[in-house]
């Protein structure tokens, strides 16, 4: 059955003491509200609804640029979790299959959970609810049972001292019909203790109806929600501990992997070495065998078998490297493909480029690829050998088997196999530095 996932993103965030709408807050690289749609894009949705009201311009900025394809549609009133989702339903009009709500302050929802949930609806039940044991259930809603049926979700104000005492609580998380969600959401009233639209209210409506409503449980740590910046802070904690256990179970060799900050999406291969104080951003691929050294930083880039990158190195996104390519210390590398062999060891910066393969970059080389408007691009071929402090005017071209000498800036194209020379002719001028240091120290003022 098709699956649209509905991501609540609408909260204020007040506590967060900030500027920025609560679901902006990022999280290993992204912001909160990204990680739900990660986690649920395991269940391959065909229609995604993310509900935003405070910030929404800003959310739905961010959004678009993560998914193109996602509906985002606005609260413009506060008026709870119900009304909220109930805002998806011109967005899931012609669409038949399940929907499944989730929260874009609580990023810890994993797919395995997600397909738990999903096996629960394909086995007998109209409604499933994501529930927990809490060992301090606290001001949490509660799942109050009948045997394995959910009879009703009741929020902690609206607690009986009974229910109270409930420890199996509510995530908020649900899956049901598409259509059956907003036929149940246009029976619920507000008559609480907030005034509001509470979604956990279709349960006690769906029960009226005799539809059969079930829990599905996971570990309590997946549903944390994040609503200061304490919460914040304990959440990357969290993923962070879990991201570098993942890793060394994958085969990873983490030589301090406390030292180590992975993205909500990094990827490495099996024997890829990862030394110490490394921090990925978002979009990294490092296959099977590289080694990323010491104090490098590393986004959108991909660095394939054997590859080596640092120590205190950058690559910027488009950075791609093929097999056995070397990126050394103090380089930075953005939007550049570099082949398999290249190296790239020393103090230099490349950008909007392609290296070519076995080819050599010496110390201080830089591609000029700015001119204050355009970037512009650089290629060298395959078996040359750049100088050190070679400065590359881009637009600009060299070939295979070329060469450029020491401090040459390279203004035009070089052909194959040719030695590129620009530089002025160094002159000695005797006696010079010396009436220059006396000129310097007797205009210069005491300290």
Do not use: W
Not at 156 to 172: F, I, P, Q, W
């Amino acid at each position: 059955m098709s699956t649209a996932l509905i991501i609540l993103a609408a909260g204020q965030g007040n506590r967060m003491n900030s500027d920025l709408p609560k679901v902006m807050h990022e999280l290993a690289g992204a912001p909160l509200f990204a990680h739900a749609l990660h986690s649920g894009a395991a269940l391959l949705p065909e229609r995604v609804v993310l509900i935003t009201g405070h910030g929404a311009e800003t959310v739905e900025k961010a959004a678009l640029a993560l998914d193109p394809e996602i509906i985002v549609v606005r609260q413009d009133e506060q008026l709870g979790t119900g009304h909220a989702t109930l805002q998806a339903h011109p967005a899931l009009q012609g669409f038949s299959g399940d929907a499944l709500v989730l929260y874009g302050d609580t990023p810890f929802i994993s797919d395995e959970t997600l397909s738990k949930i999903k096996q629960a609806r394909h086995t007998g039940s109209d409604l499933v609810v994501l529930g927990f044991e809490a060992a301090d259930p606290g001001r949490y809603g509660r799942l109050i049972l009948q045997g394995d049926t959910l009879e009703k979700i009741v929020e902690y104000k609206d607690a009986s001292a009974k229910e109270r005492e409930v420890t199996l609580c509510n995530s908020g998380v649900m899956c049901l019909n598409s259509d059956l969600l907003f036929d149940l959401l246009q029976a619920v009233g507000n008559d609480n203790a907030s005034g509001e639209y509470y979604l956990t209210d279709i349960i006690a409506v769906a029960r009226s109806r005799a539809l059969k409503a079930s829990v599905v449980t996971c570990k309590q740590a997946e549903t944390l929600g994040v609503n200061t910046r304490q919460e914040l802070a304990a959440a990357e904690v969290q993923f962070q501990a879990h991201a570098r256990a993942e890793a060394l179970e994958n085969g990873v060799a983490l030589a301090a992997p406390e030292t180590v900050i992975f993205a909500y999406d990094t990827t490495l291969g099996r024997d890829a070495v990862i030394e110490p104080y490394v921090v990925f951003g978002p979009g990294v691929t490092v296959e099977n065998g590289a080694r990323i050294r010491a104090f490098s930083h590393l986004e959108g880039c991909h660095v394939s078998r054997g590859a080596i990158v640092g120590p205190y190195a950058r690559l910027r996104p488009g950075a791609e490297l093929a097999e056995s390519a070397r990126v050394g210390n103090f380089v930075e590398i953005k939007n550049t493909q570099i082949s398999a062999g290249a190296k790239v060891n020393h103090l230099s910066y490349i950008g909007d480029a392609f290296i070519g393969e076995a080819t050599n970059i010496g110390a201080g080389t830089i591609t000029c690829n700015y001119d204050g408007f355009s970037k512009h691009h650089t290629h060298i071929g395959a078996h040359s050998f750049i100088g050190s402090n070679t400065m590359l005017v881009a637009p600009v071209s060299i070939g295979d088997g070329a060469m450029s000498a020491t401090s040459t800036t390279i203004t035009g194209d070089v052909p194959n196999a040719a030695l590129a020379i620009g530089r002025t002719k160094m002159q000695i001028k005797p006696g010079l530095a010396q009436k220059l240091f006396e000129k310097f120290k007797a205009a210069k003022k005491p300290d």
